[in-house]
């Protein structure tokens, strides 16, 4: 009876698709913390350019392998490096040793 039943309710056959969420890069504060010191410690532009596409490259094949489509990768990836950039002006402002929020004045 039991195995009846099943046949005439599909809904008990029904399987959820899968969906794979990865954790945002933006939320990776150890990686972005790592990539802002790492950027501001390049001698030249063209060094931390060099960089920035050696990470972006990591980050893509990393969340292509993971199945996340290529629109949420450019989000993603857009995230990441405007929270890096933050985090430099941080790095930089915490470096002046003027912590004053009131300024120089």
């Given at each position: 009876?039991?195995?009846?039943?099943?046949?005439?309710?599909?809904?008990?056959?029904?399987?959820?698709?899968?969906?794979?969420?990865?954790?945002?890069?933006?939320?990776?504060?150890?990686?972005?913390?790592?990539?802002?010191?790492?950027?501001?410690?390049?001698?030249?532009?063209?060094?931390?350019?060099?960089?920035?596409?050696?990470?972006?490259?990591?980050?893509?094949?990393?969340?292509?392998?993971?199945?996340?489509?290529?629109?949420?990768?450019?989000?993603?990836?857009?995230?990441?490096?405007?929270?890096?950039?933050n985090e430099m002006a941080r790095l930089c402002y915490r470096g002046t040793g003027n912590n004053d929020p009131r300024g120089a004045a």
């Amino acid at each position: 009876m039991s195995d009846m039943m099943h046949r005439d309710l599909p809904l008990f056959a029904w399987q959820p698709p899968c969906k794979v969420i990865a954790f945002p890069l933006v939320h990776r504060v150890g990686k972005v913390r790592d990539v802002a010191r790492k950027m501001i410690d390049k001698s030249t532009d063209r060094h931390a350019a060099f960089y920035q596409r050696q990470v972006t490259e990591a980050l893509v094949a990393h969340l292509e392998r993971l199945g996340i489509p290529e629109a949420q990768q450019d989000e993603q990836i857009v995230a990441f490096w405007r929270k890096v950039e933050n985090e430099m002006a941080r790095l930089c402002y915490r470096g002046t040793g003027n912590n004053d929020p009131r300024g120089a004045a």
